[in-house]
Structures are given as structure tokens and as C-alpha cells.
């Protein structure tokens, strides 16, 4: 592979514009190798100059490294000075804009950098003190008299990722056509060494940061407080936040998993910093055992999402699928909740979550809503499009959003201080978690799970993939007739729907995927829950077969 002189020229005109020394002298060390002719050094160098990132499902995120298809300085400069031009033509210019960061490489030289550019266009900007968790952010901006708010943290992203997330001044995130607006106001950023800075920005005061303790802390439905808790930050920054939340509620007998309470960039316990990858919560589970634990808690390293593990009744630990902390917790909040404060309420999960939520919903004579995927769209479910009366949200990759006035987008913490007010509650009454469970199920129907993916090699080939499956839809899936729904213009997917089954397909909105997601649903009946268990079991792995053929056989 030979360097074109164009991708020459344009690492040239990078270098020259970027304000950081260190990553200077990272590009052109990359681009010296390439114009040497060293084959892996042009493939790296087309990679790094193929950007720039764009907004995505949660903002920017990408690799630490120079380019413009990198999380650096002179991207997050650029970034900001785009990001001040369009707050300043909606009419926000010299508005409060609050800046947090996590602990990842690069988080706190990025987050200054963000704000010496905000202070620079006349912002006032403060930054909070220290790493803290996403939520804290998202609340703040929330409920102070802010016009955005921007948060360093690539979440649960591999150890060389970070990111930069943009919250609106109500503490929503970002979506069309404001994603596409600020794209646009940042490629109008002639040079990233010609955008002015300045050092005149402050700090969050801590008496803001309490403000959110003491309304997670408030969240507690009942008065049961007997309950041990073991927990795990994943080598990030939700430690101290959420056993100070948790004790500030009542639960003080909690235990954190000591190899990964402490905020580490490299995530050196975990191949994966995601509590939903196999083995991520394996210590969390150990110490579990180890401690004669009620309830283990695992937050994703910038703490906005949250996983429950649990005890079987055989003694053996295990972690619950998002699907069944969603409907546990969903279940809790509308069942303790108080009608007169919350006359409408709204609840809401994704198009590719389980569909239990939406029978628990109907008991409860509660308005149900299916957004796309991420919480930019569930905060603005509803007919209105804005979440009017919105009580509980969750989505099945593990974020739950229990408290929407609070924080508008998911939350760790506050959905571990819930889980554990409902954990404590059945432990006082002689049950747990597992057995609310087996009601539900009784109940609403054995609602059961999976995925299939097809990962690919060039982005191009999910399209071809998508346009053939649209051309030639399967009739039937695991001998159950299906009709084909198009979800497009909504969104790029299919959905295959039957008597108690469904699939959505659909490209992955962070890895070079196609995803599908698949449910079947078994109604309880004679002989029990057992039985019912068991056959939405075989059906499962019958679908998952099923739609394995039909993507192999698409591609």
C-alpha cells in the first residue's frame, strides 16, 4: 500500500493546527513511517485521517490518539468552539455551561480544554472538582440555570476509548437535527490553533454535588433498610458516589469489590469494562458469595448504568439480564407510586427491550411507550414527544432511568438505590428478588431473551445485508408464521413479529454489526411456571437457530 499524496497533505495540514505537542509529534511519527513506505503505518494513518467522529447514539467517542478520527485535543477544541457557535445562535451566548469528566487517559486535559474554549467565547463555565460520575453531571445541568453541559467519558467503552457528551439545558442529550446542526458548526471551525481560551472558568461547589446525593438518597419507597450489598465500580468513577448515596438512603452494609473500587484507566481486572460482558462481574460475584451478600450491584465505569446480581436458590450467584432488572424495577416504581403527584404517568422501554413492561404497564392503567434505542429518544417518549408524565424508563443493555425529574437520562446510582429499597422490602416480607420474579412471570407471561449478531468487516456491508433482508423477508421463523414490519423511515430496521415471538434487526449503533433481537413470550398455564419456563426455553433456542440460518444464509 502506497501513501497518496492527498492523505499526505491533509496529516500535514493536522499536524501543523494541532495545538497539543504530544499528539504532534504522534502524527508525525505515523506519517514519517508511511511516507517510508512501511505498509501498517499508511493502513493506520488512513484510519486515524478518516473522521471526523460524529454524534452518535451518545455523543462523540473514539480512540485516544491524533487525527481527526481520535479523541484529542485539538477534536475536542474544535468540537467546543462548534458547540459554542450554535448555543450562541440559539440565543444562549454568555448562558452557564457545566463541564465533568471521568478518570479514562485523557479526561481531565480534555475537559480543560473544553472549558477554556467555552470561557473564551464568553461562557460562564464551571467544572466539577473532580471525576464523578455521568448522572451528577446530567442532574446538575438539569436543575441549575445551564444552557448545556458537556461530560469526558467514553463509559464503558475498551481502556484506549474516550468521548465527549453533550447534554441540552434541560438534561436531555442531543438529537437530529441539533446532532447534525453542531456538526456543521464545527466543520465552519477554521483552525483548532486559531480558537481563543482562557483559564477564566470556575468550580461546582460541593453543596450542588450533595443536591444530587440527597435526592437519590430520598428515592426509597419503604422503610426496610436490612440488606447487604455488595458493589463494583468496574475501575471507575461510581465508588464513592454510590456508597454515599447508599448509606445517606440507609443501606450501610455495603462492600466494595477492592480490586476495582478505584478509578483505573487501564480497567486492569476486566478484558471488558461492560458489567453486561461475560466475566466482567465474576469478583463482584465471588465477594458476593464470600460475604453472604442480599443483593451485588455492578455500575459501568462512569456509573449511568447499573446491574443486579442475585442468589439462586440452589446458593449459586448469577447476574439478572437488563430485561429482568427493567421489569422488576418498573414494576416497583409504579406499584409505590403516588398518583397524585404523577396523575398521567408514562412508562417506556426500547423497540428491541422485552415487551413485559408494556403488560405491567396496562395493569396499572399507566400510559406505554416504544422509542428507538438510547435514552435521548425514551426522555422524549409519549405522544407529545417529550416525556410529559414520564415516571420510569429503561432500556435492555442495563440503563434504567428511576427517577426522570431528577435526571433525565439513565442513571447507576439512583437505580441502585431503588434496587435495593425493593431488594430490602422483599427481604423483610420473606422473599427476593427472584421470587417477584416468578410473580410477574405468573402473571404477565414468561417473557424470555437473546441476541444474535453478524459482525462484519466493512461498515458497507450491514447495508447490503439490510437491503437483502428487505428483499427476500422469511415467511416463517421457528415454524411460526411472521409478518415483516419496516421500521425505516423511523429508523434502519425490521420487524418480525408472530404469535409469541419477535425479532428486531437492525445495525448496531457502536460496533460494526448487524444486531438482532429476539423474544418469545410463553403464557403460564397448567402445569406451572416450571413447565412454562421450559418450553419458552426450547422456543428460544429453536428462534435462535432459526434466525442464525436466515442471517448466514443472507450474507
Known amino acids: 500500500m502506497t501513501l497518496r499524496p492527498d492523505l499526505r497533505d491533509a496529516a500535514f495540514r493536522w499536524i501543523a493546527d494541532d495545538p497539543d505537542h504530544g499528539t504532534r509529534a504522534e502524527l508525525q511519527r505515523v506519517l514519517a513511517e508511511a511516507m517510508a513506505g512501511k505498509p501498517t503505518a499508511v493502513t493506520e494513518l488512513t484510519d486515524r485521517m478518516s473522521g471526523p467522529l460524529t454524534f452518535g447514539t451518545a455523543g462523540l467517542r473514539g480512540p485516544v490518539r491524533a487525527g481527526p478520527n481520535g479523541m484529542n485535543v485539538a477534536v475536542v477544541v474544535r468540537t467546543t468552539a462548534g458547540l459554542a ?80 457528551k453533550l447534554y441540552l439545558g434541560d438534561g436531555t442529550q442531543i438529537v437530529p437535527p441539533a446532532d447534525r446542526e453542531i456538526e456543521a458548526a464545527i466543520s465552519a471551525v477554521a483552525s483548532a490553533m486559531a480558537v481563543p481560551t482562557s483559564a477564566d472558568w470556575g ?44 448509606r445517606r438512603a440507609g443501606f450501610t452494609d455495603v462492600r466494595l469489590v ?39 450491584i455492578a455500575l459501568d465505569p462512569d456509573a449511568d448504568r ?5 442468589r439462586e436458590r440452589d446458593g449459586s450467584w448469577r447476574m439478572l439480564r437488563g430485561d429482568e432488572t427493567g421489569v422488576l424495577l418498573g ?16 412508562v417506556a422501554t426500547t423497540i428491541v427491550s422485552a415487551s413485559q413492561l408494556e403488560s405491567v ?47 433525565r437520562d439513565k442513571d447507576g446510582i439512583s437505580a441502585a438505590v431503588l434496587a435495593c429499597d425493593l431488594a430490602a422490602g422483599l ?46 423477508p422469511p415467511a416463517e421463523l421457528a415454524g411460526v408464521a411472521i409478518e415483516v414490519e419496516d ?34 413470550i410463553e403464557p403460564v398455564a397448567e402445569p406451572g411456571l416450571t413447565a412454562a419456563r421450559r418450553r419458552a426455553g426450547e422456543r428460544l433456542a429453536d428462534l435462535r437457530s432459526a434466525v442464525t440460518e436466515l442471517l448466514a444464509n443472507t450474507t
Request: hydrophobic share 40%; net charge negative; aromatic share 4%.
Open 85 to 164: 457557535d450554535w448555543l450562541r445562535a440559539r440565543g444562549h451566548a454568555g448562558g452557564l455551561v457545566l463541564v465533568g469528566r471521568d478518570a479514562r487517559h485523557g479526561s481531565e486535559r480534555f475537559a480543560s480544554a473544553a472549558a477554556g474554549v467555552l470561557a473564551a467565547a464568553g461562557f460562564q463555565v464551571r467544572m466539577l472538582p473532580r471525576p464523578l460520575p455521568t448522572p451528577v453531571l446530567a442532574h446538575l445541568t438539569r436543575h441549575q440555570p445551564a444552557v448545556a453541559g458537556i461530560q469526558i467519558t467514553a463509559s464503558h467503552n475498551p481502556p484506549g476509548d474516550n468521548g465527549y
Open 427 to 472: 427481604k423483610a416480607a420473606g422473599r427476593s428478588l427472584l421470587d417477584a420474579l416468578d410473580e410477574l412471570a405468573a402473571e404477565h407471561g414468561v417473557h424470555l431473551t437473546d441476541q444474535v449478531s453478524v459482525r462484519v468487516t466493512e461498515l458497507s456491508q450491514i447495508g447490503a445485508l439490510m437491503a437483502r433482508l428487505r428483499a427476500r
Open 306 to 310: 447499573c446491574a443486579l446480581g442475585v
Open 203 to 246: 468550580l461546582v461547589e460541593e453543596p450542588l454535588i450533595e443536591s444530587y446525593l440527597d435526592r437519590v438518597a430520598g428515592l426509597p419507597r419503604g422503610a426496610a433498610r436490612e440488606l447487604r450489598v455488595v458493589l463494583t465500580a468496574m475501575h471507575g468513577v461510581g465508588a464513592d458516589t454510590a456508597v454515599t448515596a447508599l
Open 361 to 407: 404497564a396496562r395493569k396499572h392503567n399507566v400510559r406505554y411507550d416504544e422509542t428507538l434505542t438510547g435514552f435521548k429518544w425514551l426522555v422524549r417518549s409519549g405522544v407529545d414527544g417529550a416525556g410529559t408524565g414520564l415516571v420510569y424508563a429503561y432500556e435492555e443493555a442495563l440503563g434504567h432511568c428511576v427517577d426522570p425529574d431528577g435526571v
Open 258 to 296: 477492592a480490586e476495582q473500587a478505584e478509578p483505573d484507566p487501564d480497567f486492569p481486572t476486566v478484558s471488558f469494562p461492560n458489567p453486561e460482558e461475560p466475566g466482567a462481574a465474576d469478583l463482584l460475584l465471588e465477594l458476593a458469595a464470600g460475604t453472604e451478600a442480599d443483593l451485588a
Open 487 to 520: 421500521l425505516l423511515p423511523r429508523t434502519d430496521g425490521l420487524r418480525l413479529t408472530g404469535p409469541g415471538v419477535r425479532v428486531v434487526v437492525r445495525p448496531s449503533g457502536t460496533e460494526p454489526k448487524l444486531k438482532s433481537y429476539l423474544q418469545v
Open 331 to 346: 414494576e416497583h416504581v409504579l406499584s409505590t407510586l403516588d398518583r397524585t403527584a404523577h396523575p398521567d404517568p408514562l
